[in-house]
Nanobody, 129 residues
Framework: QMQMLESGGGLVQAGESLRLSCAAS????????TAWFRQTPGKEREFVVV????????YYSDSVKGRFTLSRDNAKNTMYLQMNSMKPEDTAVYYC??????????????????????WGPGTQVTVSS
């Protein structure tokens, strides 16, 4: 079984930056779509960004385009979410996820939480105004 673990959450002020990490217990990237989601109490889990197994394709939600960046260190089986110009509405529990990708990857197809079968427990991010 694959295990994933997020880290790096915390409290920041609006306009500041934060970087989250997600470590996987196996070689998760090749053949897997990897993604970040977030969730606020009382709301459904929200898609943030997804990357193809090769890393050649990345798709961001409109709410984070231009502010957030997904990157990977394949040798460490770790991916990152760099969050800049943070806003109070970015406050949420952030989750990393992975799921087998099809032979033809299309990022827009992998925006549902049901597309992923491996999840970390989440890390809290709070942005003060």
């Amino acid at each position: 079984q694959m295990q994933m673990l997020e880290s790096g959450g915390g409290l920041v002020q609006a306009g500041e930056s934060l970087r989250l990490s997600c470590a996987a217990s196996g070689r998760i990237f090749r053949g897997y779509a990897t993604a970040w989601f977030r969730q606020t109490p009382g709301k459904e889990r929200e898609f943030v960004v997804v990357s193809s197994g090769s890393g050649a394709s990345t798709y961001y939600s409109d709410s984070v385009k231009g502010r957030f960046t997904l990157s990977r260190d394949n040798a460490k089986n770790t991916m990152y979410l760099q969050m800049n110009s943070m806003k109070p509405e970015d406050t949420a529990v952030y989750y990393c996820a992975a799921g087998p990708e099809s032979s033809r990857f299309s990022g827009i197809v992998y925006t549902r939480d049901a597309d992923y079968n491996y999840w970390g427990p989440g890390t809290q991010v709070t942005v003060s105004s």
